[in-house]
């Protein structure tokens, strides 16, 4: 797979953006770098804080469904995963809503927006 075109890219951290204003207040902002076909997406919850890195994003030709990595504190890497819909991949906000839900604390945002519900 070829790397992730510029409007993709674009696209993808707008909707990021976008949820993050909408379902995650206390993330002050948020850091998205590429590389080859993937996307690292941090989370910034205190300008004075190191952001925190949340999950590692796959493109596979679709800005609509994206595989979902969840990074590891224990190997401090990524390791591939399952979205709360019982998928290997799908819509990125999704994706934010689990990872969001692990590691700010709040278990059940990963079930609450299904995505039959975005």
């Known amino acids: 797979m070829a790397a992730i075109p510029e409007s993709t890219k674009s696209s993808l951290r707008q909707r990021l953006e976008a949820r993050r204003r909408e379902r995650w207040p ?6 998205t ?3 080859g076909k993937f996307a690292y997406v ?7 804080v190191e952001p925190l ?5 796959g493109y596979h030709g ?6 979902f990595a969840t990074f590891r504190w224990s190997h ?25 839900g692990l ?8 079930l609450e927006d299904s995505p039959k519900n975005l």
């Open 76 to 100: 401090e890497g990524y390791e591939d995963s399952i979205l709360p819909s019982g998928a290997f991949s799908g819509p990125p906000e999704e994706a934010l809503d689990c990872a969001c």
């Open 53 to 57: 890195p949340l999950m590692r994003l």
């Open 42 to 48: 941090k989370g910034v919850v205190d300008s004075d």
């Open 62 to 67: 679709s800005a609509s469904s994206w595989g």
């Open 33 to 35: 770098s590429f590389r």
């Open 103 to 110: 590691y700010l604390n709040e278990p059940e945002a990963r």
């Open 26 to 31: 206390n993330l002050t902002g948020m850091e």
